[in-house]
């Protein structure tokens, strides 16, 4: 596995995209025997040709759980096995080196080209990659293959359980709330590059002073030549593609970019031109001949904040938005474009300027499309009600956080960290771990702020005095005082308060809500009526008015945006039905009570 940058893969001059996505060739082996796919080496040969196993055709990028009709496919636990095959074109002898890339394999992933192990890597929900020039056939077809490992042990992230039941079956369980979909869930690429190439690109809004905006830049050229001794070019781009600013620096490809009077980039309903984005291309040569070209997509703006609240270019803001999942009917959560964009559409309607990637790093493609519309992101990533800490898994949380910010660092959609939803924080080991886990953010990044998602009450929580901002989940009106609205208006303002009180920082509600099955009505209002779920948000917006008043109370995330699916339980009617839309993304009354809010056209509830 490649350790330096992970740059989305693009077309340039010098650089050649190809997806391998599509039908790929899947076999879930019965668990008598989970290594029977190593004994017999299925990585040397197609699926097609291993005998006594059902090989099923699986869609690639989906979560393979619900594709097929069959319960133990989508209960399955351990490897599944995956392959394809791909023709590479003779002309890429030449071009350099040629990469392997996975948006994400969950959880954890083997990758064999032609039969030989290429790459090793565990954490879902984030991208990976490797060179595999040397194992390719050039002008010839290759063969693909991908183990995939959906276990969740005390010492994955997030954490999971896995018991023998009466059956003999393995049987995973976990304390967080949606299903453990699992598979090569986003697209793959092949890239090539130059075998001198541009490894990694950071730009960082520095200052913005004077209508001059600085961008300090730091590019990683790794291969035959290095920053040391290439030429980097830099040349800013406008939408109308004009160069606005440019550097040329022999030997040196870190460096200041100054801009006169930029384009901001402003969140949603912020600004006529919300979103907006500069190409920040880097063009390499060497002895005066171009070695790569690669053009990343940056925003202009600064984060900032104080004791009170959270600052873009200088302006406080409030954030109206949603928790989330990538999930949907069939795919799981496979990457579906569609989707996204009706997902966005939907954001746009409603007014939301936020969400957060709760409760792991989503797709990519969905980031870039929230930077492009100015939709500002808390990027959590993957670990959720962590309940055991240990030395093992605070390094692999480490890595979840280098890799989510090496991915992410350049986003101007990313205002904040988010470490962890609700790990169990009222146990003592909880302190020293989130000390550890929010420097390491710090010492990755110090431009964003870093947030825990906390569901402990405030008066036993430790952790929180190392981050920026607090946040907390509480269901008021569903998991406690159900039935009793008529109180939740009082519950919030005094736990927002708390929180405040204790930790003297900015406080955002990160969940509340209720499950809500539509098309069910009552009146009076009964729990899980569309009408329930309308006066509990309103009890809700009651509080944030008064809080919002008090001026450290800086934002409100409703749970969820849309029905999802979770584990088996007799809580969970066909999965959380918080969603203020459903599953299939159509409104419930709720949504239309948001958007009133959210485009502040009501103002008494
Ligand atoms: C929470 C979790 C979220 C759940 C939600 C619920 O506190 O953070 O993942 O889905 O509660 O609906 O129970």
Redesign the pocket.
């Known amino acids: 596995i490649h350790r330096g940058g992970i740059l989305f893969p693009r077309n340039s001059e010098t650089r050649q995209v190809v997806s391998l996505d599509g039908i790929w060739n899947f076999i879930a082996p019965n668990i008598t025997n989970p290594f029977i796919g190593f004994q017999q080496h299925w990585y040397r040969k197609s699926l097609k040709e291993v005998k006594d196993f059902d090989m099923h055709l699986m869609p690639v990028p989906a979560s393979f759980n619900d594709i097929t009709t069959d319960w133990k496919i989508r209960d399955h636990l351990g490897l599944v096995w995956y392959d394809r095959f791909f023709f590479i074109p003779k002309q890429w002898e030449d071009v350099g080196r040629v990469w392997l890339r996975f948006g994400s394999i969950s959880y954890a992933g083997q990758v064999w080209i032609n039969g030989e192990l290429v790459m090793s890597h565990e954490i879902g929900h984030l991208p990976f990659v490797a060179e595999i020039t040397d194992f390719l056939r050039f002008g010839k077809e290759n063969l693909v293959t991908v183990s995939c490992d959906n276990t969740l042990l005390s010492d994955t992230i997030p954490q999971g359980k896995v018991d023998e039941l009466v059956s003999g079956r393995l049987d995973q369980t976990y304390t967080?709330?949606?299903f453990n979909y699992a598979g090569i869930d986003r697209p793959v690429y092949l890239y090539t590059t130059p075998a001198t190439y541009i490894d990694d690109i950071s730009v960082i809004t520095t200052d913005i002073k004077e209508a001059t905006a600085l961008l300090e830049y730091n590019i990683t050229i790794l291969g035959n030549a290095t920053s040391a001794n290439s030429y980097c070019k830099i040349n800013l781009i406008d939408k109308e593609n004009y160069i606005v600013s440019s550097n040329e620096d022999a030997g040196n490809c870190n460096g200041i970019l100054k801009v006169k009077n930029p384009k901001l980039w402003w969140p949603y309903l912020m600004d006529d031109d919300p979103g907006y984005q500069y190409t920040f291309q880097v063009e390499v040569t060497f002895k005066g001949v171009l070695v790569d070209k690669y053009s990343l997509p940056i925003g202009i703006r600064t984060i900032s904040w104080t004791n009170s609240s959270l600052l873009i270019n200088n302006k406080p803001i409030y954030l109206h938005g949603f928790?989330r999942h990538e999930d949907s009917d069939i795919r799981g959560k496979g990457l579906d474009l569609p989707l996204v964009i009706r997902d966005h559409n939907l954001i746009k309607w409603i007014g939301a300027n936020a969400y957060r990637t709760?409760?792991y790093p989503y797709a990519e493609e969905i980031m870039d499309i929230a930077d492009e519309l100015g939709i500002m992101i808390i990027d959590e990533c993957p670990s959720?009600n962590t309940e055991i800490f240990s030395d093992s898994l605070l390094a692999k949380h480490k890595i979840s956080l280098t890799e989510l910010i090496k991915r992410d660092k350049n986003r101007p959609g990313v205002i904040m960290w988010s470490a962890a939803?609700?790990p169990r924080t009222q146990y003592p080991a909880a302190k020293l771990y989130f000390k550890q886990i929010i420097e390491h953010i710090k010492s990755l990044d110090y431009t964003r702020p870093t947030t825990i998602?906390e569901?402990q009450n405030s008066n036993i929580v430790e952790s929180s005095f190392y981050v920026d901002i607090i946040s907390f989940?509480r269901?008021n009106g569903w998991?406690s005082n159900e039935g009793n609205l008529d109180v939740v208006t009082y519950y919030v303002i005094k736990e927002a308060q708390a929180w405040h009180d204790r930790f003297n920082k900015p406080v955002i509600m990160q969940?509340y809500?209720g499950?809500t099955l539509e098309g069910l009505h009552f009146l009076p209002t009964f729990v899980w009526s569309e009408e329930y779920q309308v006066r509990l948000m309103s009890e809700h917006f009651k509080a944030f008015d008064q809080l919002k008043e008090k001026g450290y109370f800086i934002g409100e995330f409703i749970?969820?945006f849309a029905d999802f699916k979770t584990a088996e339980t007799y809580t969970r009617v066909g999965g959380?039905k918080?969603g203020i839309f459903t599953r299939q993304r159509q409104p419930k009354a709720s949504a239309h009570h948001l958007r009133r809010r959210y485009w502040g056209l009501a103002k008494d509830y």
């Open positions: 967080f709330d949606f928790g709760s409760h959720v939803n609700e998602v569901a989940n269901y998991y969940e809500g499950d749970w969820n959380n918080k």
